[in-house]
């Protein structure tokens, strides 16, 4: 039985200035699906996982969570459809002003209704998950590249959200942080089902997380395939990507 | 041409501004309505407040000084010496504490307002607030404006105190006035519409101030240098802002 589809982009495009980034971009994720966004720096897989949740919004073309388009729905309907969604950002995004507890309590305050007692808890053990027991009243300033990331990562998860964006969760992390991480991931999947989009450049974060792997090129996704067949693709793109072979993409040396 | 041209883009540039300021004001005051966190406004209002009593304690106490060394200077001509009591205590109270308490506050508080909620900007911070489906407007303004409004009225209660102590003691230690004449001169011409139009005042000041500042640092683009550029735009647009207030409120409230 089809799974229903969560997220759909239909016709995405979005430039800055004279530099278009996303340009008709199509793609559709179904309840449950874990997919991976791989593309080349500055491709812009941080700006289409913006769209997802209205960060940014298109130039033309539709994102609809649910069936909703987010850009027609009020501004009330925008936000409930946010509060569906677990974001990671890039550089972890954590509020400065809160310390670590603080910060991953707040989707827990303002999206839950959760007990103090309870929300304290449920920090405790998202700090766990991470590998980071016991640092709630640190304050970001304190923290690490890679600790800041994890508390982001943390904060994402927290409230269980049907819908986790984590933009590069691993890069900066060493290997056996990197292996952590990606169990906490395994382990939400078993667990919640949830729907998932990751965007990374570690091919074997990559492979072991997705159910699809798709690759964002030139403003749109190129291939759009299940972890095996992408990596044996013979499509020129693909494996200039999973081989990390310059000369094979015709775009990379510019 | 190209002298057309700059001013054209200048005042383009003014206009914008201005219907943004007015389009946030109203995302503000209708935030106002909706349940906001008392928590938060506590901890605005103490941080303005204490950031800027030092600045309005001094100021105000030698403004009051110099006006009475001034006007003393002048009365003395037509043996008026009698009413420099009267006159700082009215100048105090109608316009020197309001104005100069305003533009100190918009000095301390309204650039850290800037700063602080451009750096959010940069950092991406606001766009995590988005994500967890909450307004930024209503969560970073409304504490922040409603803090000022509060707040400085109450610094202009104390300027207006130090103001006419720094004038008594000029006036009774250096120039040798009798301290009866002069304390019961002081008291003696004032209205309570004195005081309540300075209070008016700076509680509109202070909803300049803090908008202003808080639409800067909303605004902000282009990393650290560009929250350089909204703090110092907040203090020019805030003190500037004051300033034309304050002459339309004189108009209005003579
Ligand atoms: N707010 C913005 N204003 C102007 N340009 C932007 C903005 N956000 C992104 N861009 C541009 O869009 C392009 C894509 O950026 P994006 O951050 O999505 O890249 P990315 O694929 O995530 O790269 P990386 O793997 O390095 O994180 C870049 O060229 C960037 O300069
Ligand atoms: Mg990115």
Known sequence: MAEPVRVRLSGLKKAFGPKKVLDGLDLTIEKGTSIVILGRSGMGKSVLLKHMVGLLSPDAGKVEIDGEDLWKSPSGKRNNLRSRFGMAFQEGALFDSMNVGENIAFPLRRLTKLKPADIKKRVAECLELVHLPGIESKLPSELSGGMRRRVGFARAIAHQPEILLFDEPTTGLD???????????????????????????????????????????????????????????R???????????????????? | MAVLEFFGRLLLGFLEGLGRFFVLLGQTLRGV?????????????????IDSVPVVFLTAFFTGGVMALQTYTGFARFNAEGFVGSVVALSMLRELSPVLTGLMVTGRAGSAMAAEIGSMRVTEQIDALVAFATDPVHYLFVPRVLAAILVVPML?????????????VIAVRILGANPVVYLSNSFQYLEANDLWSGLIKAAVFGSLLSLIGCQQGFDTRGGAEGVGRSTTSAVVLGSLAILIADFFLTKVLF
């Open chain 1, 175 to 233: 290997p056996i942080m990197t292996d952590a991480l990606v169990r906490v991931i395994d382990e939400l999947k078993r667990r919640l089902d949830p729907t998932m989009v990751t965007i990374t450049h570690d091919l074997k974060v990559a492979f072991s997380i997705a159910d699809r792997v798709a690759l964002l090129n030139n403003g749109r996704i190129v291939a759009d395939l299940p972890p095996r067949e992408f990596e044996s693709s």
């Open chain 2, 156 to 168: 202009v209660v104390i300027g207006n105190a130090t103001g006419i102590a720094g004038g008594y």
């Open chain 2, 33 to 49: 309505f909706r349940p906001w966190d008392l928590r938060a406004l506590a901890a605005q209002m103490i941080r303005v407040g």
């Open chain 1, 235 to 254: 499509d020129p793109l693909v494996a200039a990507f999973v081989r990390g072979d310059s000369q094979l993409d015709p775009d990379a040396v510019d």
